[in-house]
């Protein structure tokens, strides 16, 4: 499996401070993805990319950035946190099976909580 | 857009027993991938098994089982043989053929009972 990381593992800041998630992986995939966690709500996708050069806008970006300064390394910022953007952060990354097919791989997620 | 539905909030099982998990999806495309994700308590998600739209032999992984009616666009997981460590959030997921970004279901929690 691939051996992504995120950190920092859990994070409590405050409305209107900046704060920067980070993700790296070590096993030379070119797609990584962010993605958002709420109750009853499951994943949504917040940004991907399919390499360095590479950025997307996924369900949710709004008050969301991401920079991919590595095919290893894939930050989620957000700028100016509120309240509502309390959740778990997941980062994935994804490769090609023999058969084509593509698997995802998940971190171990970043929980944030915004006063 | 694609939208994934699990309808069943919660559900337990005893211990050795068979569950089955359900998930329904919309998709107006013919080629695409299905996922069921756990998340243990430690959070990590981790792939469960894998269908292919285009394949009609469901697919297998052990104790994992999977129905899939793509007419109904129905996607079932069965866990044979419930393990405690089976007790978990189960997530279904569903992907096109390009770029593979993921949808999921809101979850189905699931306990398995000693």
């Known amino acids: 499996d691939a051996d992504v990381t995120q950190t920092p593992r859990n994070r409590i800041t405050k409305t209107g401070k900046r704060i920067m998630l980070e993700c790296s992986q070590t096993k030379g ?3 990584m993805y962010w993605y958002r966690q709420d109750p009853g709500l499951g994943l949504r996708l917040i940004y991907y990319s399919f390499d360095v050069k590479d950025i997307n806008k996924g ?3 709004d008050g969301y950035s991401v920079s991919r300064q590595a095919q290893a390394k894939f930050s989620l ?3 100016s946190a509120i309240p509502n953007q ?3 952060y997941f980062c994935a990354t994804s ?3 023999l058969g084509g097919e593509e698997t995802q791989y998940f971190g171990p997620g970043t929980r944030l909580l915004v006063l | 857009a694609q939208t994934v539905t699990q309808s069943q909030p919660e559900m337990s099982v005893q211990e050795a027993e068979t ?3 359900s998930c329904t999806y919309d998709t107006s495309e013919s080629n695409y991938y299905l996922f069921w994700y756990k998340q243990p308590p430690s959070r990590q998600m981790i792939l469960v098994i894998r269908q292919e739209a285009y394949k009609q032999q469901n697919a297998t992984e052990n104790r994992f089982s999977v129905n899939f009616q793509k007419a109904a666009k129905s996607f079932s997981l069965k866990i044979s043989d419930s393990q405690l460590g089976d007790t978990a959030m189960y997530f279904c997921a569903f992907a096109l053929n390009a770029g593979n970004m ?3 279901g809101g979850g189905t929690r699931l306990m398995v009972k000693p």
Do not use: K, N
């Open chain 1, 29 to 31: 995939h070119d797609r």
């Open chain 2, 102 to 104: 993921l949808t999921f």
């Open chain 1, 77 to 79: 910022s957000l700028e």
């Open chain 1, 59 to 61: 369900e949710i970006s």
């Open chain 2, 19 to 21: 569950v089955t998990l």
């Open chain 1, 86 to 88: 309390t959740a778990l």
């Open chain 1, 95 to 97: 490769d090609f099976g």
